[in-house]
């Protein structure tokens, strides 16, 4: 008989620091509790992740954190993060155009629930096409 499979969350975040770090922290605590966990971000957000951690990895079976898993994946959306504020309403205007295909591509896998912050509202929409109930982390 196999085992049953840990129920899927998605968490997607805007790719700062001021985003992730919340959204990473609850990653956390909702894995503890027995629960596959997927963070995704832009991938160039994702590398700098993966370069400064000795636990995170790319998909695959992910880290185990108390009783469930966390993992990351991320969004190929020729995105070049920059520190320039002044171009944040373009590079927002990008993440809007292409990221909801991006975002649609990797949702296609079992997901339960989708979590996102407040600078990826179109995470809602994609997540409410699909039938997947969503929530806003906003903090």
């Known amino acids: 008989m196999g085992s049953t499979p840990l129920p899927h969350v998605l968490m997607i975040s805007f790719p700062s620091q001021g985003n992730i770090n919340p959204l990473l922290r ?9 629960v596959l966990v997927t963070f995704t971000t832009t991938s160039d957000t994702g590398h700098q992740i993966i370069s400064s951690s ?4 790319p998909a695959d079976d992910g880290i185990l954190v108390g009783s469930g898993r966390l993992r990351f994946e991320f969004l190929d959306m020729s995105w070049r993060t920059r520190q320039d504020l002044k171009r944040i309403g373009e590079d927002m205007l990008h993440m809007e155009t292409v990221g909801p295909a991006a975002f649609a591509d990797l949702i296609t896998k079992p997901v339960t629930y ?3 912050n407040p600078f990826v509202p179109w995470a809602v929409d994609v ?13």
């Open 114 to 116: 989708v979590v996102n």
């Open 127 to 139: 997540a409410t096409d699909m039938g997947i109930p969503c929530a806003v982390l906003w903090v």
């Open 26 to 34: 609850l990653a956390k605590q909702v894995a503890a509790k027995g």
């Open 54 to 57: 000795d636990h995170a990895v």
